[in-house]
């Protein structure tokens, strides 16, 4: 929070009360010989709860993949068969998939230039599941 500028203050209070909660635990685990930055890995996962308890029509997301394309990314989204059942195609939710990554041709067609993936996102239009305008 303290290298961006949030647009409204209540941004600035959700963020800083999961961050207020992360920062009681450990920096950081080892877990099979790999450090895992703990206090991330909470943050970004209260985010996630409460996303998917609102059926991802949250105006936070943690964690979203983007697929660096031009002239605008892509969040990858969720490709599970029950996802593509449960919610519209043109409003799927982002992938939680860590790994995500888009299909070959469809990136080479686009310019595909390698992924991101944004600590936290504030969301423009709540309706949209994956984040994206």
Do not use: C
Not at 9 to 38: G, S
Not at 79 to 88: I, L, R
Request: a positive charge.
């Amino acid at each position: 929070m303290e290298r961006v500028e949030l647009p409204d203050l209540k941004d600035q209070w959700y963020l800083a009360e999961k961050a207020e909660f992360a920062m009681r635990l450990p920096k950081e685990i080892i877990v099979k010989r790999t450090a895992r930055y703990l206090k991330q890995i909470v943050m970004s996962g209260l985010i996630r709860i409460e996303e998917y308890n609102q059926d991802y029509l949250w105006p936070y997301k943690a964690e979203v993949i983007f697929s660096m394309v031009y002239p605008t990314p892509i969040p990858m989204l969720a490709t599970s068969e029950a996802s593509w059942k449960k919610y519209p195609k043109n409003n799927l939710p982002h992938s939680s998939n860590p790994f995500a990554m888009p299909a070959l041709e469809k990136a080479m067609m686009r310019g595909f230039r390698g992924i991101r993936r944004p600590d936290i996102i504030l969301v423009k239009n709540e309706s949209l599941r994956s984040g994206g305008d």
